[in-house]
């Protein structure tokens, strides 16, 4: 083969592989874009959730732990086993009970209350209870804070956001990484396609 051709040759294929390379690192870039904002906008939902359903809550229940004395229980008992190993199980029971409280001096009772706990409440036993500020009458269990439920959500949502302007970061730096993003993609989306009966040919 002539020099000239194989020089012709060798640069079609430089410049074919020049031309995946930059849009494989563009569509990179362009995910890359697309995921952080959509990290973000997934963040300032969950502070909104996060501040509607647990921080209001917990401005309503507050963090006082008042004792509950159980006047009569009944309780159901059933076993749940944890994900695919049959031999790791937990005793789960329903209880239905009748419980007296006192809230600045005043007695209060509250009948048919409902909890699913592992721990089997006998009558005459004391458990911990939380109680609307607004309505005494309204109580519930003592669990981990509103609050702090509130903060762990947004925390996990937080750092997903993170971890995607890190990567944003990277690929908009970076062209290589931006290229190997691109690829792995386009990867992907083609792999699917094929799943669902994209012709190939």
């Known amino acids: 083969m002539p020099k000239s051709k194989l020089k012709d040759n060798t640069e079609n294929t430089e410049n074919k592989d020049s031309w995946w390379y930059s849009i494989s690192a563009s569509y990179g870039k362009f995910m890359a874009i697309g995921s952080f904002i959509f990290t973000v906008i997934l963040f300032i939902i969950a502070i909104i959730v996060v501040n509607y359903f647990f921080y209001n809550k917990e401005d309503l229940y507050g963090?006082?732990?008042i004792k509950g004395k159980i006047k009569d229980s009944t309780c159901n008992r059933y076993i749940t086993n944890s994900g695919d190993n049959k031999n790791s199980s937990t005793v789960n029971y329903d209880c239905n009970m009748n419980i007296?409280?006192?809230i600045d001096n005043i007695e209060y009772e509250k009948k048919n209350f409902v909890i699913n706990s592992t721990t089997y409440y006998n009558k005459d036993s004391m458990?911990?209870?939380r109680y609307n500020k607004n309505n005494p009458n309204d109580i519930t269990e003592k669990t981990l804070s509103y609050d702090s439920l509130g903060n762990i959500i947004l925390l996990i949502?937080?750092?997903i956001m993170f971890l995607s302007g890190i990567n944003l970061i990277v690929v908009l730096m970076f062209k290589p990484a931006a290229a190997a993003s691109?690829?792995?993609?386009?990867?992907?989306?083609?792999a699917s396609g094929i799943s669902r009966g994209w012709r190939t040919d």
Request: glycine share 14%; no cysteine; proline share 0%.
């Open 63 to 65: 963090e006082k732990i």
């Open 100 to 102: 007296s409280y006192n």
């Open 127 to 129: 458990i911990d209870l």
């Open 157 to 159: 949502f937080f750092i």
């Open 182 to 190: 691109g690829i792995a993609s386009l990867g992907g989306t083609v």
